[in-house]
Every structure is written in structure tokens, then in C-alpha cells.
């Protein structure tokens, strides 16, 4: 596998991970909203109970029917949005499993393996294309001559 089909396989594990983790996010804000509004609705319950208690006034059940829809249609919401949520995280771990992409972690001491020693990782401009110095296993760019850890000079060392 050369660097470029190895940087598409990241790329495309990486956007999936973006993708699950945005829904996942989109889902719980969903369904704290849903909670919140429920929350509301109860709330509105209290303050008419309460108010026809103090104020000595008998008050229809009817009145309240509204609000017992609307947090039962809500609940109906939420067992969905909680189903689906639980759905996508059990896809979540069964797909880590055909997710793994071959990328090494660890350095080996000796030579530089062009391939299999370059990475996708963090770099002081962003995200790039890493190495590892073999002789302090420091990540660095894969364009730098010499390691910024030990100073190594690894123009030598990937020919």
C-alpha cells in the first residue's frame, strides 16, 4: 500500500468518525430538547395546580389534557431519538472493528522504511504527513532534513 491509498484509508476513517460523531452529537442535543420541554410543560402543570389551589378555585382535569398529550407525544419522541441513538452506538462498535487502518505506531530502530514509516498526524501547521526519527522516535515532518529532537540527520537515513 503506498502513502497516497494509505492517507485516502485514514481520510475515509477519519470522515466517518466526523460523521457518527456530529449525528451522535445532533441526537443528544435533541433530546435535551425534547427533556427541557417536558421540563416546561410539567412545570406549567405545577404552576396551574398550585395557582387554582391558592387561589381556592376547583379547576377541570380537562384543562391539564393538554399538557398530558403534549409530554406523552414528547416521550413517544424521546423513546425514538433514544432507540436510534443506541442503534447507531451499537454500529459504532461494530464498525471500529473494519475500520483499522494499517498505520504503524511505533518506529522501529534502524533505517527509515519510506513507507511504512510515514504517518498522518498533527504538525505545527496542521495536519500533515509525519515520520518517526529512528533513533529518538520523535514525530516529525516527513519533509525536515534533520529530527528537531535529536538533531539526527535524516537525509541520510531515508535514501
Known amino acids: 500500500m503506498n502513502i497516497k491509498e494509505r492517507f485516502n484509508d485514514v481520510v475515509t476513517v477519519v470522515s466517518g468518525k466526523a460523521k457518527r460523531t456530529y449525528e451522535h452529537i445532533r441526537l443528544d442535543m435533541k433530546i435535551k430538547a425534547y427533556e427541557d420541554e417536558i421540563d416546561l410543560l410539567k412545570k406549567e402543570?405545577?404552576?396551574?395546580?398550585?395557582?387554582?389551589?391558592?387561589?381556592?378555585?376547583?379547576?377541570?382535569?380537562?384543562?391539564?389534557?393538554?399538557?398530558?398529550?403534549?409530554?406523552?407525544?414528547?416521550?413517544?419522541?424521546?423513546?425514538?431519538?433514544?432507540?436510534?441513538?443506541?442503534?447507531?452506538?451499537e454500529s459504532k462498535t461494530e464498525?471500529?472493528?473494519?475500520?483499522?487502518?494499517?498505520?504503524?505506531?511505533?518506529?522501529?530502530?534502524?533505517?527509515?522504511?519510506?513507507?511504512?514509516?510515514?504517518?498522518?498526524?498533527?504538525?505545527?501547521?496542521?495536519?500533515?504527513?509525519?515520520?518517526?526519527?529512528?533513533?529518538?522516535?520523535?514525530?516529525?515532518?516527513h519533509k525536515v532534513k534533520n529530527c528537531d529532537g535529536c538533531g539526527m540527520d535524516l537525509a541520510v537515513e531515508s535514501n
Open 95 to 141: 464498525d471500529k472493528k473494519d475500520e483499522k487502518v494499517d498505520v504503524p505506531q511505533k518506529a522501529h530502530k534502524g533505517l527509515l522504511k519510506k513507507e511504512n514509516d510515514l504517518r498522518i498526524g498533527r504538525t505545527q501547521g496542521g495536519i500533515g504527513i509525519l515520520r518517526i526519527c529512528p533513533n529518538c522516535n520523535a514525530q516529525i515532518s
Open 45 to 89: 402543570i405545577g404552576e396551574i395546580v398550585f395557582s387554582a389551589w391558592e387561589d381556592g378555585v376547583a379547576f377541570d382535569m380537562a384543562v391539564l389534557e393538554e399538557h398530558f398529550e403534549g409530554i406523552s407525544t414528547i416521550k413517544r419522541r424521546l423513546n425514538r431519538l433514544n432507540k436510534k441513538k443506541e442503534e447507531s452506538l
